[in-house]
């Protein structure tokens, strides 16, 4: 009788064990580059459509308060991989290598008995780690005919981008090890610039009128000399290639029916062109206009892969255990305060989509307006797939906010720094504090200044209020509170250079190689000042 007993027990313990490694969650990451929320459907846009990331945030939750630590492409890349922030993975600018032998969520999982693939943009400049089968482009990569590194091997492929990536995946899919619980991360190249559309998309929007943003004739006043002083504008910085009016760099590489279909898309841009080069707000407008039309093709393109891979996972009834994520590496401003880029901790830049589709688990067209982060990310998967942990990593699982059950410590305030200057876009480096309702900003590095927006009363983000006396007691509080994020999070010291590279000759006899765009942006900056 007690053998039989321990028996039974023995084998329902062993039956629930069983059943649990079963249970494992698949995982399909499905990851942009420079994709604006505010162009999403879901996030309520007023300029395209996209029904399959609607799908995906009806069907499951819709987080309108996913914060990057540092809006820049490789080192938002960094912080999923690691799960750790920019100065601790050593990831700070487009201009570092990741070191590959570090800690990563895939390797966790790899080790945990998860089979991982990444096909599409890696951009961390090192080798691939952490994945059993790996097809990523060569840097950035083109829209067409992508060269890619297969498993370390140079392979080329001939078609339209976005489309191989989704077809590799899907290849993989069909591929894999079908007794192994996976992780596969898909990492589109768009919509990045120079935003090369497909033709059927292009056909889509060529000849809409886009809305303008609110903030389109920003004139800068009322805030830092940073903002004065970026190079990141519709008006100014957009060149004769990303406005089509020139062939992209990657002519050469195209084939002829490629070339045929971008001269059809794009041969009338030279004449509507010549009809506004002479007044400048119509001619501004315009190239707001073509950006527009570029961009959300290239997002309409991503959404059909969405579309696709989901009704994989549908059809080899996969999709009720598999953790189906799509998220932009950061946002991106399309017309807000004039400019297109990233790099600002404003709302636009600062901010990143992040849908989340996971059945049984996330209640169906759940909104989250919780301060959540891609540095989340890793240690979300890890728990999802039932994988400690480790304690070094400096974010949080989203877990229980999926299920519905917010831990009652959760953070209500995010550290964030970005470091890439002096670089393209001149955006000066800066830190700062995000508490839900305020902003409170240091550009530390040349022009040492701080500004405080109130989201409250400013949601545009459209004036600093950092010298208003009525805020001194909040100035004071989110002071202690960067402090305090700080020490917890480890911050070396600011790395201050305190010369302004615009105007100090010295400075620019460091980098002889910026002088013609530092001699451009200052005539640029000097005609900015008279606007205010
Ligand atoms: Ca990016």
Request: with cysteine; glycine share 6%; net charge neutral.
């Amino acid at each position: 009788m007690r053998k039989a007993a321990f028996f039974v027990v023995f084998f329902l313990s062993t039956v629930v064990f069983a059943g649990a490694a079963e249970q494992r969650p698949n995982i399909v990451f499905i990851f942009t580059d420079d994709h604006a929320y505010q162009t999403i459907g879901a996030y309520g846009s007023n300029r395209n459509e996209t029904p399959n990331m609607d799908k995906l945030a009806a069907e499951g939750i819709r987080f309108t308060n996913c914060c990057v630590t540092n809006s820049i492409c490789g080192p938002c890349r960094a912080v999923i991989q690691t799960g750790k922030y920019s100065h601790i993975n050593g990831f700070k600018t487009n201009n570092d290598t990741f070191d590959n032998t570090q800690q990563t969520f895939p390797k966790l999982l790899q080790k945990a008995g998860y089979q991982t693939a990444i096909v599409g943009k890696w951009h961390l400049v090192s080798e691939v780690t952490g994945f059993d089968y790996s097809e990523v482009l060569v840097g950035q990569g083109p829209y067409y005919n992508p060269p890619m590194i297969r498993n370390g091997e140079r392979v080329k492929h001939t078609g339209r981008t976005t489309e191989i990536i989704t077809g590799l995946s899907l290849d993989w899919l069909k591929n894999r090890d079908k007794n192994k619980p996976f992780l596969l991360m898909t990492q589109h190249k768009a919509p990045h610039r120079e935003w090369d559309a497909y033709p059927e998309y292009y056909a889509k929007y060529k000849d809409r009128v886009f809305l303008y943003p609110k903030t389109f004739n920003d004139n800068y006043a009322n805030r830092t000399q940073a903002v004065l002083e970026q190079d990141m504008t519709i008006a100014e910085t957009l060149t004769p290639i990303d406005l089509k009016l020139k062939t992209p760099n990657i002519w050469n590489t195209m084939t002829d029916e490629q070339k045929a279909e971008w001269r059809g898309m794009y041969s009338g841009r030279q004449a509507e062109f010549e009809k506004v080069k002479d007044d400048p707000a119509a001619l501004k407008q315009w190239k707001y206009q073509c950006y527009m039309k570029d961009y959300l093709s290239c997002i309409a393109a991503v959404d059909d892969s969405i579309g696709k891979l989901v009704k994989y996972l549908e059809d080899e009834k996969l999709l009720d255990n598999t953790i189906v994520v799509y998220a932009s590496d950061q946002g991106f401003y399309t017309g807000e305060h004039g400019w297109f880029d990233k790099r600002f901790m404003y709302n636009e830049s600062f901010k990143t989509p992040l849908l989340v589709r996971w059945a049984g688990k996330v209640k169906p067209g759940t909104v989250n307006n919780d301060i959540v982060s891609n540095v989340d990310l890793a240690e979300t998967f890890l728990e999802a797939a039932g994988v400690p942990v480790p304690a070094d990593m400096q974010g949080r699982s989203l877990v229980p906010i999926l299920q519905g059950n917010k831990p009652a410590d959760w953070r209500t305030s995010l550290y964030y720094h970005y470091y890439e200057y002096p670089a393209v876009h001149y955006v000066k480096k800066h830190e700062g504090i995000y508490d839900g309702r305020f902003k409170l900003i240091h550009y530390y590095d040349d022009i040492d200044e701080w500004e405080l927006i109130d989201l409250q009363t400013d949601p545009d983000e459209l004036r600093n209020v950092i010298a208003d006396p009525k805020y001194a007691a909040d100035i004071e509080r989110l002071k202690k509170e960067l402090e305090r994020q700080k020490t917890v999070l480890k911050v070396p010291p600011l790395e201050v250079n305190t010369k302004n590279i615009l105007y100090d000759k010295e400075e620019q006899e460091k980098r002889p190689q910026l002088k013609p765009q530092i001699e451009r942006l200052r005539k640029i900056v000097e005609e900015r000042k008279k606007r205010i």
